[in-house]
């Protein structure tokens, strides 16, 4: 069974930092892209950073380029995000998703509403104040 299991998220300040991790499990794909997805409330889940298990090739939101990084570790199975110089704009619920890869990664961060990924993790809350 594919676990995916979200932690790290929190009350920060505007301009702050957050690490999220995303602990997985089960899956065993040869060749797989896992990414980082936020939905606000009222709004559509976006992909917001994804990584190709691949390559390590990598895909970042124009909205959060520059400000957060993508990461893995493969010998603890946990993919991270690091989010620095956050504003109150990337307040959301955090979601981990997986996907079996047969495209460029950044198509698995770019389907409306988190459509490419086939398993999904239960999200982490990132409140950012002003």
């Known amino acids: 069974e594919v676990q995916l299991v979200e932690s790290g998220g929190g009350l920060v300040q505007a301009g702050g930092s957050l690490r999220l991790s995303c602990a997985t499990s089960?899956?065993?794909?040869?060749?797989?892209?896992i990414g980082w997805f936020r939905q606000a409330p009222g709004k559509e889940r976006e992909g917001v950073s994804c990584?190709?298990?691949?390559?390590?090739?990598?895909y970042y939101a124009d909205s959060v380029k520059g400000r957060f990084t993508i990461s893995s570790d493969n010998a603890k199975n946990t993919v991270y995000l690091q989010m620095n110089s956050l504003k109150p704009e990337d307040t959301a619920v955090y979601y981990c998703g997986v996907a079996r890869a047969h495209f460029i990664v950044r198509h698995y961060c770019m389907v409306p509403a988190g459509g490419g990924m086939d398993y999904w993790g239960k999200g982490t809350l990132v409140t950012v104040s002003s």
């Open positions: 990584i190709s298990s691949s390559d390590g090739s990598t």
């Open positions: 089960g899956f065993t794909f040869d060749d797989y892209a």
